[in-house]
């Protein structure tokens, strides 16, 4: 995001009513350890396939 954090993001959608929605976060980076509460998934770019990326996004909505 270019005027903030994505996290940030999460924390005000979490505190927000939307305390059950899922998401993912895909980063260069991994995220600090208190962060991964936050979230459902968060995949690593060089880590990851954009064929996994895309089955963690389907089976989270399917799960939805």
């Not at 903030?4 to 976060?25: F, K, M, N, S, T």
């Not at 895909?26 to 998934?41: G, I, K, M």
């Amino acid at each position: 995001l270019p005027d903030g954090h994505g996290l940030d993001l999460v924390g005000y959608l979490r505190d927000h009513g939307h305390a059950r929605l899922p998401i993912v976060v895909f980063s260069a980076y991994e995220p600090h350890s208190e962060d991964l509460r936050l979230v459902t998934r968060s995949l690593v770019k060089s880590r990851v396939s954009p064929q996994e990326l895309v089955q963690t996004i389907r089976d989270l909505i399917r799960t939805a």
